[in-house]
């Protein structure tokens, strides 16, 4: 099974400061379709998660474009450039390249 | 909009078994492929199970294999998690999520607690 590994485990962040989470999978995540299937997911307290990036930097629809995703194969990144309040919660990478699918640990971001 | 909505949930004994259902709707069911992930009290997510379309293709996470079973029924835009041989290790929130990109759209959840 692949694993993924996110780092850190979690944040404090100034409102207005940028913040960022690695996420590293312990194998390639190109599939033989030419994409890496590497996603991106918030959970505010007490919501489900919500989708923010597919195919490591694809935005989805409705989603501020102070999030990014970047990377390849086996490292990837979520940044986000300017970190505001409603940003709070924990943020997860998963992949859905291999079966079993896999969630990497999450990692909480709060505000300072 | 899409919207996902489960149902089943509660509390159930070890060894006994219970089925979940999830309900599409705001999108053409029958056109995408359908995930179950879940969520322990106070930890990450997990992901279960998938589906494809057309319920050909269905893969589970080795937690679950040989115990759950992913269905659907596209005529009743409805997807179903069956859930045999619970243990205390199953007790958490179940989410079913749609298909591509990704996963989606969630629904809001449903509670199982596995308890003598």
């Known amino acids: 099974d692949t694993v993924m590994t996110q780092t850190p485990l979690s944040l404090s962040v100034t409102p207005g400061q940028p913040a960022s989470i690695s996420c590293k999978s312990s194998?390639?995540?190109?599939?033989?379709?030419?994409?890496?299937?590497l996603s991106w997911y918030l959970q505010k307290p007490g919501q489900s998660p919500q989708l923010l990036i597919y195919?490591?930097?694809k935005r989805f629809s409705g989603v501020p474009d102070r999030f990014s995703g970047s990377g390849s194969g086996t490292d990837f990144t979520l940044k986000i450039s300017r970190v505001e309040a409603e940003d709070v919660g924990v943020y997860y990478c998963?992949?859905?390249?291999?079966?079993?699918?896999?969630f990497g640990g999450g990692t909480k971001v709060e505000i300072k | 909009q899409v919207q996902l909505v489960e149902s089943g949930g509660g509390v159930v004994q070890p060894g006994r078994s219970l089925r979940l259902s999830c309900i599409g709707s705001g999108f053409t069911f029958s056109g995408f492929g359908m995930h179950w992930a879940r969520q322990a009290p106070g930890k990450g997510l997990e992901w279960v199970a998938v589906i494809s379309h057309d319920g050909a293709i269905k893969y589970y996470a080795d937690s679950v294999r040989g115990r759950f079973t992913v269905s659907r029924e596209n005529s009743w835009n409805t997807v179903y998690l069956q859930m045999n041989s619970l243990t205390f290790e199953d007790t958490a929130t179940y989410y079913c999520?749609?298909?591509?990109?990704?996963?989606?759209?969630w629904g809001q959840g449903t509670l199982v607690i596995v308890s003598s």
């Open positions: 998963m992949q859905t390249t291999q079966p079993p699918h896999t």
């Open positions: 195919e490591v930097s």
């Open positions: 194998q390639s995540l190109l599939y033989s379709d030419g994409k890496t299937h």
């Open positions: 999520a749609k298909d591509l990109p990704a996963l989606a759209n």
